[in-house]
């Protein structure tokens, strides 16, 4: 009995139609789409040890994802931060006896790449322990990401953020455009999808951008791919190439130009190895009708996948901050 190998199946999301409009209206509520990014970001203070600047990160963190912000994986350029001055410090009348803090703790949230600061909030914490790390981090743990305070201070700053995007859209699609004839389509779908949903405006301007970038990207990447496949097995054809030839074939877009060619290849490679191996090599491919949102998560996947290969390690301009 003939015996299949391989089989590799492939999606294809076809729109049948798109407008940014209907775009932004129809998943402005989808978990897929982007949110408002922050990163939190603590400078090296001297006061702070290692432990208690985890420990505030880990609230800024908490706030970020109370009050209905994308965490970002990658460096954003907005940013959550912190500063922290000691305002008393005693030690208390107890056996043994204690460090007893009294902090001056200001959140801030801004652009950390201009250096501009859009809102603040100051907090007075108390803590006590064994020794001043100890206070530091049970002073930083009173930090309430539910407190109306801290939700009016990030309300705020958000209202900023997007009339940043608003302000500055026709700018970033025209950064976006040199990219695109440097052939960077990566870096220039990760800058239009990170463009949050709840800026409507630029959102829809930049929804209206991608598709064609997106389109040169899966077009030069099945070429890249396939001129690969082709050198791989006209170097050795056998069972094991064919699985490999296989799984690069399976990584190529169905919609892109060349899909005709790896079809051709793929039939090329099931003739040769019922030949050789007496056995079938498949390639199923299977054309589906998907949903705008499907196509738009292809988008940020792009982006995404370009935004978590970026240097994680960024210093932030918070000069006059504080």
């Not at 305070?149 to 976006?176: H, M, P, R, W």
């Amino acid at each position: 009995m003939k015996k299949s190998i391989n089989k590799f199946i492939y999606s294809f999301a076809a729109i049948v139609s798109f407008t940014a409009t209907s775009v932004a209206q129809n998943v402005a509520k989808s978990d897929e789409l982007g949110k408002i990014a922050l990163t939190a970001y603590i400078p090296s203070q001297e006061s702070m040890s290692e432990h208690t600047t985890n420990m505030l990160t880990n609230k800024l963190n908490q706030i970020i994802s109370t009050n209905g912000i994308a965490n970002s994986n990658y460096n954003s350029r907005f940013i959550i931060t912190a500063n922290a001055n000691v305002m008393t410090k005693d030690l208390t009348a107890t056996a043994p006896p204690m460090t007893a803090l009294t902090l001056d703790v200001t959140l801030y949230i801004g652009d950390g790449i201009d250096g501009k600061k859009f809102a603040s909030k100051s907090l007075t914490l108390k803590g006590v322990g064994t020794n001043e790390t100890k206070a530091y981090i049970d002073a930083m743990k009173s930090i309430n990401q539910n407190d109306a305070g801290i939700q009016s201070f990030v309300t705020n700053a958000k209202n900023k953020i997007i009339d940043y995007y608003n302000a500055n859209c026709n700018k970033l699609i025209k950064e976006v455009q040199v990219l695109d004839k440097q052939n960077l389509y990566e870096e220039a779908i990760f800058k239009l999808t990170s463009v949050p949903v709840e800026c409507t405006d630029c959102y829809n301007k930049t929804m209206a951008v991608i598709p064609a970038i997106y389109k040169k990207k899966i077009n030069r990447d099945c070429s890249v791919k396939l001129a690969e496949a082709n050198h791989l097995w006209n170097t050795n054809q056998d069972y094991d190439t064919a699985v490999s030839v296989g799984e690069i074939l399976n990584s190529i877009d169905p919609s892109a130009a060349c899909f005709n060619e790896v079809k051709a290849l793929s039939n090329r490679v099931g003739k040769r190895i019922l030949e050789i191996d007496k056995r079938e090599w498949n390639l199923n491919y299977e054309k589906e009708v998907g949903l705008q949102k499907d196509l738009i998560k292809a988008y940020r996947d792009v982006g995404v996948a370009y935004g978590n290969g970026q240097p994680k390690n960024v210093t932030y301009n918070v000069i006059g901050w504080w």
